[in-house]
Nanobody, 111 residues
Framework: QVQLAESGGGLVQPGGSLTLSCAASGAISGIHYMGWYRQAPGRQRELVALVSKGGLKTYGESVKGRFTISRDNVVNTVILQMNSLKPEDTAAYYC?????WGRGIQVTVSS
């Protein structure tokens, strides 16, 4: 089993930045994809960004050009740098590693 520990959420003003971090532990040797999804109240969970073990990155359309995902395979951590945040980025953000999920962390963008 894989455990995922998320950190870095919070409240930020529109136009601001936040960095989310997710550290994986446990049965991690076979993990291929790591990344983030998000879910706002009343909406379906949507892709934010994924990165493969080899470094291939995929972004959701609404975050392209603003968010950057990176991964450190030595310490099994994935980082999401979020810039130019908008109120519509407000959601619970969930770290994922293949079929494993974190508990979620809240990001609120508001003035």
């Amino acid at each position: 089993q894989v455990q995922l520990a998320e950190s870095g959420g919070g409240l930020v003003q529109p136009g601001g930045s936040l960095t989310l971090s997710c550290a994986a532990s446990g049965a991690i040797s076979g993990i291929h994809y790591m990344g983030w999804y998000r879910q706002a109240p009343g909406r379906q969970r949507e892709l934010v960004a994924l990165v493969s073990k080899g470094g291939l990155k995929t972004y959701g359309e609404s975050v392209k050009g603003r968010f950057t995902i990176s991964r450190d395979n030595v310490v099994n951590t994935v980082i999401l740098q979020m810039n130019s945040l908008k109120p519509e980025d407000t959601a619970a953000y969930y770290c994922t590693a293949d079929d494993n999920w974190g508990r979620g962390i809240q990001v609120t963008v508001s003035s």
